[in-house]
């Protein structure tokens, strides 16, 4: 489904059956993803409605050439006038990775407040400012491969990263579903997507995260080191959290283990709107 949202097109898809009695848990994926990472954690009988979104640079979501579109800033402006579009004023948030980072900054500075925020593998940003410098170096760096290189030249240096070594237990079916993802990108727009809200350009969040008033769920795998420091770093300036660290999966928990991730997840929905 597509939608215009002040001049870009949104893709958009329900990925269970929608009824509008129902809450909403909108799915946002990480960068070189689409919605469909999440296509086979939800079953068709979860009892909420599962909607995904393709980020800007990413998947079928038009591209806009205009920068400023690009801010983490404006993708949250987007994010709120879509979900208001499809009359879901309140809703549950779930972000993977950059997903993650911005379901965190739609939060703190989103127009509307949500019901529920589920962290996946996510960071508030880099609190140092050379670290920050020296990551937009890196980002730029990439962006130039995507660009001169082409995309099968980039996810193939992407996918040795030690972020993902994980990935290489998955079964071939699985690891060739995500290759596919990965070189479905277009590589310009996956690049200006990098450099404009990637890790390097996103606000340094730390400072922000104690004012999230909605219950917060946050998730790392365990074999993902840097991001289960990151969880319990974050869970410790949140004030309403529950935090889980995932045994034997790494970055992508969704992915690595569908069937866990689904039942902690629908479990911290259902047991905070019973509460």
Known sequence: MERLIRGMQYHYQWLTPFDAKRTTVVCLHGFTGTLATFAA????????????????????????????????????????????????????????????????YYTIYGQYEIKQLILESTSPGIADETLRKERQAIDQARGRVLEIAGIEVFVNDWEKLPLFQTQYLLDDNKKQAMRRMRLSQ?????????????????????????????????????????????AKKMAQEIKNYQIHI??????????????????????????????
Not at 90 to 97: K, V
Not at 201 to 216: E, F, Q, T, V
């Open 41 to 104: 954690v939800f079953p068709s009988q979860t009892p909420y409605n599962v909607l995904g979104i393709d980020l800007p640079g990413h998947g079928a979501t038009a591209s806009l050439v205009a920068p400023e579109r690009y801010t983490m800033k404006q993708v949250c402006h987007d994010l709120a006038e879509l979900t208001e579009s499809l009359n879901l004023p309140c809703f549950c948030l779930l972000g993977y990775s950059m997903g993650g980072r911005v379901a965190l």
């Open 186 to 230: 277009d590589p310009n727009k996956l690049a200006k997507a990098l450099r404009d809200y990637g890790t390097g350009h996103m606000p340094n969040l730390w400072g922000d995260i104690k004012r999230i008033k909605s219950d917060c769920l946050i998730l790392a795998g365990e074999l993902d080191e840097k991001f289960v420091n990151t």
């Open 246 to 275: 995932l045994k034997n999966v790494g970055h992508t928990i969704h992915v690595e283990d569908e069937a866990e991730f689904d039942t902690i997840v629908l479990g911290f929905l259902k047991e905070e709107q019973n509460d």
